[in-house]
């Protein structure tokens, strides 16, 4: 049996750490709505995040505009604009501010306790990724964030902070069907790892069982409700 000391553990932020549906997700909806004249379902925003090329949800907004209305010509830097006005606001006081911690700080501790050290990965920027984490009193955790690698699937992020690590087993959480095939793109890339894949259902999915399916055809090794239900 494999030792727990053998383990490193990323995480994944936006659905993993923090509830952001009525953060990203509500930014995303509104940048879709106002430039296109089309509010997006969450069940829609489900669908389009299950193709696994949306991880960013800048890029996802601006996808869901041409597909809503594509007579409509904007330029990429309105939509990050747009959705940055709703989501981060004029001073950090936009809907970054209604984002329910999913974990707590003891879950950290109890990593710690049991040797296994761990870091992010996220697609977030990072001032958007450290505002979650100051408030778990993490101030300064191992983080590649979107300003440090290239957006997921591509697994360099990933590779990046496993070597940072020095663990042979690199357990990868997220949350998406683009955090599962990053995974097995990691596989192919650095042999010098163990990689696996756990896939999370984030508290704003609208059809678990066909989320948690999309995830497994992704390549998620196994499937937690919340990530408190982890185990080693």
């Known amino acids: ?102 974990v707590e700080r003891e879950f950290f501790q109890r990593l710690e306790a049991a040797g296994i050290p761990w870091g992010f990965f996220s697609g977030a920027t990072r001032a958007s990724a450290m505002f979650v984490l100051k408030r778990l009193g993490l101030t300064a955790p191992l983080l590649v964030a979107m300003e440090d690698a290239p957006g997921k699937p591509d697994p360099t992020g990933l590779i990046q902070i496993a070597h940072q690590l020095d663990r042979p087993h690199v357990l990868y959480v997220g949350d998406t069907v683009a955090d599962m095939l990053t995974v097995g793109r990691a596989r192919e890339q650095d042999k010098s790892h163990t990689y696996e894949a756990i896939g999370v259902i984030p508290p704003h999915v609208t059809a678990e069982a066909d989320y948690a399916a999309a995830l497994s055809q992704g390549g998620a090794d196994r499937i937690c409700r919340r990530l408190r239900d982890l185990t080693f």
């Open 1 to 102: 049996m494999t030792s727990r000391q053998s383990y490193a553990l990323v995480l994944d932020i936006d659905g993993v750490i923090r509830d952001v549906s009525q953060s990203y997700r509500r930014a995303l909806a509104d940048t879709a709505e106002f430039f296109s004249g089309r509010r997006p379902t969450m069940a829609e925003i489900d669908r389009l995040k299950q193709e696994g090329l949306w991880n960013n949800d800048w890029e996802a907004s601006q996808e869901l505009i041409r597909r809503f209305a594509p007579h409509v010509q904007v330029e990429y830097a309105q939509v990050v604009a747009f959705f940055q006005s709703r989501y981060r606001g004029q001073n950090w006081d936009g809907y970054i501010q209604q984002e329910p911690l999913l």
